[in-house]
């Protein structure tokens, strides 16, 4: 159990354009999900914290507008990167909560690519 | 701030090699403690994790890292590493309470068939 799937697995996409990528969690429910990022060669940065039915909380330094969060059901949050350019190409993984122990469960991340 | 530090960035070793990938927290309080692994290409896989209890845990792959927390660590050990255990290795810390996970810079190892 506690399965996480992201979608897609990889985008590649030019200048200016939105991606929106999708996180679930196939087999529990999950109020509060976690996007991360990961450039080539480091470890994951938090962006934010997605809990469902209300705002994102966003880490110092992460612009809102940018990377803009969803978490409309308790096993689906959306990242979607506005206006991308190619300094946002990376590696975006996400995660989420299960239980008490507040462990969380990672998916296989979706790797993007801005031309 | 909280952190993580994983000293070594860089490891190399031959097969058949005894393998020990430092982690050091700064958190006073009680914490959880995770490692994972990240093969070439793929996806973040929990190798072990430490809520209570028996400090030295037993994970996948024949890993195995121990808790002391006099010194703020949960190192990572392995007897003998395989060509396959090549692979980024990730330590993380969640204070207890709390969701949030503080991840390492990573230590990338090689091991040479």
């Known amino acids: 159990g506690a399965v996480v799937s992201q979608h897609p697995s990889w985008v590649i996409c030019k200048s200016g354009t939105s991606v929106k990528i999708e996180c679930r969690s196939l087999d529990f429910q999950a109020t509060t999900m976690f996007w991360y990022r990961q450039f080539p060669k480091q470890s994951l940065m938090l962006m934010a914290t997605s809990n469902e039915g209300s705002k994102a909380t966003y880490e110092q330094g992460v612009e809102k507008d940018k990377f803009l969060i969803n978490h409309a059901s308790l096993t689906l949050s959306t990242l979607t990167v506005t206006s991308a350019h190619p300094e946002d190409s990376s590696f975006y993984i996400c995660?989420?909560?299960?239980?008490?122990?507040?462990?969380?469960?990672f998916g296989p991340g979706t790797r993007l690519t801005v031309l | 701030a909280q952190s993580v530090s994983q000293h070594n960035h860089h490891v190399i070793l031959s097969e058949a090699a005894s393998l020990e990938l430092g982690c050091n927290y700064s958190y006073g309080g009680t914490v959880n403690l995770f490692w994972y692994v990240q093969y070439p290409g793929q996806h973040l896989q929990l190798l072990l994790k430490y809520f209570s209890g028996d400090p030295l845990v037993k994970g996948i792959k024949g890993f195995e890292a121990e808790f002391i927390k006099s010194k703020f660590s949960f190192n990572l050990r392995k007897p003998s590493v395989q060509w396959s255990d090549t692979a980024e290795y990730f330590c993380?810390?969640?204070?207890?309470?709390?969701?949030?996970?503080?991840f390492g810079t990573g230590t990338r190892l090689k091991v040479l068939a």
């Open positions: 993380a810390v969640k204070p207890s309470g709390t969701y949030k996970y503080i």
């Open positions: 995660s989420a909560i299960r239980d008490s122990n507040n462990e969380q469960f």
